[in-house]
């Protein structure tokens, strides 16, 4: 098992920037893919960025390219996800996940609120 947990979010004005973290431990050779997610009330999980720890390939959603990036530390087994420039559409719960080939390990999401 792979346990994910979150920190980082908050309150914050549009503009602003935020830093995410993801700290996974347990069997943390379970998985290759790390990413970050969110979501909205009554809308859909939303795939924000994906990091591969083996070769550090990144893909970010366009909804956020140019303002969001990933990284990791892998020797900290944690993933962050910088912000920059939130929107007000930004605001949902952010997710980290990991896997192999899917998601199979999910944290339990910190809250992000962009206020404008």
């Known amino acids: 098992q792979v346990q994910l947990v979150e920190s980082g979010g908050g309150l914050v004005q549009a503009g602003d920037s935020l830093r995410l973290s993801c700290a996974a431990s347990g069997r943390t050779l379970d998985y290759d893919l790390m990413a970050w997610f969110r979501q909205v009330p009554g809308k859909e999980r939303e795939f924000v960025a994906q990091?591969?720890?083996?070769?550090?390939?990144?893909t970010c959603a366009n909804s956020v390219k140019g303002r969001f990036t990933i990284s990791g530390d892998n020797a900290k087994s944690t993933v962050y996800l910088q912000m920059n420039s939130l929107k007000p559409e930004d605001t949902a719960v952010y997710y980290c996940a990991a896997g192999r080939w899917t998601y199979n390990y999910w944290g339990q999401g910190t809250q992000v609120t962009v206020s404008s």
């Open positions: 990091i591969s720890r083996s070769g550090g390939n990144t």
